[in-house]
């Protein structure tokens, strides 16, 4: 394993390269006619290319990951690239799903050439949606959510993560601003089992995780779920007394 300062080389020479392991759509394997995307017809002709691009985190999140994590932590994402090379230089017992054979390819010979360790590295090459209901990992130390950004994916892979990441561990979700990942951003901003620690200009976000289990809750314990109740059926002074109690909870976590 490396040294502390060989790391910190490493993770510059990951930074700076910033290698190229994704196709340019890499949520689907078939191709696609432009005119089936609602993109400008550009930037769909763009993804429906077969060239190669780096879809790899900024460089302050890596760095984030890179002290977050050590050697003998237990991590997980889902998606796979330069973040799979810091959880490997870093040490961590870390699982990366990606279906993608052609990542997973080109990710490892990029570390062979630089002589980054992927002993500890264990790739599922299978959709999250698929392998994640039946994973049996418990206890991780930090998860990065950057696989499928097509809803509910993004909502799918924290659902089966969340309890599966232990009582101060990390969650770190990429590509806040797509809608289909806010909703979670949304969710998690608000409620009493997180808090989020670093903001990465709004793109990405890393959340702790303040309570053992996420799942053991009904709709009414969260402020997400209560602030706009489905029909009146609760009546006007219920509904305001919920309210207050929202407001109380989120000024709590200020």
């Given at each position: 394993?490396?040294?502390?300062?060989?790391?910190?080389?490493?993770?510059?020479?990951?930074?700076?390269?910033r290698p190229s392991f994704h196709r340019?759509?890499?949520?689907?394997?078939?191709?696609f006619d432009p005119?089936?995307?609602?993109?400008?017809?550009?930037?769909?002709a763009k993804l429906a290319s077969v060239e190669l691009t780096c879809y790899g985190l900024g460089s302050d999140v890596l760095?984030?990951?890179?002290?977050?994590?050590?050697?003998g932590s237990e991590t997980l994402e889902?998606?796979?690239?330069?973040?799979?090379?810091?959880?490997?230089?870093?040490?961590?017992?870390?699982?990366?799903?990606?279906?993608?054979?052609?990542?997973?390819?080109?990710?490892?010979?990029?570390?062979?050439?630089?002589?980054?360790?992927?002993?500890?590295?264990?790739f599922v090459q299978e959709s999250s949606d698929r392998y994640l209901g039946r994973c049996e990992v418990e206890g991780?130390?930090?998860?990065?959510?950057?696989g499928k950004h097509a809803f509910p994916w993004p909502i799918v892979d924290w659902f089966f993560t969340a309890d599966r990441l232990r009582?101060?561990?990390?969650?770190?979700?990429?590509?806040a601003q797509m809608?289909?990942?806010?909703?979670?951003?949304?969710?998690?901003?608000?409620?009493?089992?997180?808090?989020?620690?670093?903001?990465?200009?709004?793109?990405t976000l890393a959340f702790r995780k303040l309570r053992d289990s996420i799942h053991d809750v009904t709709w009414h314990m969260q402020p997400f779920t209560v602030v706009q109740p489905v029909g009146t059926a609760l009546g006007p002074s219920l509904l305001r007394r919920l309210a207050r109690r929202l407001k109380r909870l989120v000024q709590g976590q200020r």
């Open positions: 394993m490396f040294e502390p300062e060989e790391k910190m080389d490493k993770l510059q020479q990951i930074i700076h390269e340019s759509e890499t949520e689907i394997d078939r191709s005119s089936e995307s609602l993109l400008p017809r550009e930037a769909a760095s984030f990951i890179a002290e977050s994590v050590s050697e889902t998606g796979a690239g330069c973040s799979t090379l810091v959880f490997a230089m870093r040490g961590s017992e870390h699982i990366a799903i990606t279906p993608s054979r052609s990542e997973i390819a080109l990710i490892t010979q990029y570390a062979l050439q630089r002589e980054i360790p992927l002993g500890k590295v264990h991780l130390d930090l998860v990065l959510l950057d009582e101060g561990g990390i969650m770190v979700i990429d590509d809608r289909s990942v806010a909703i979670l951003a949304e969710f998690m901003g608000v409620d009493p089992g997180w808090q989020l620690i670093r903001d990465f200009s709004g793109k």
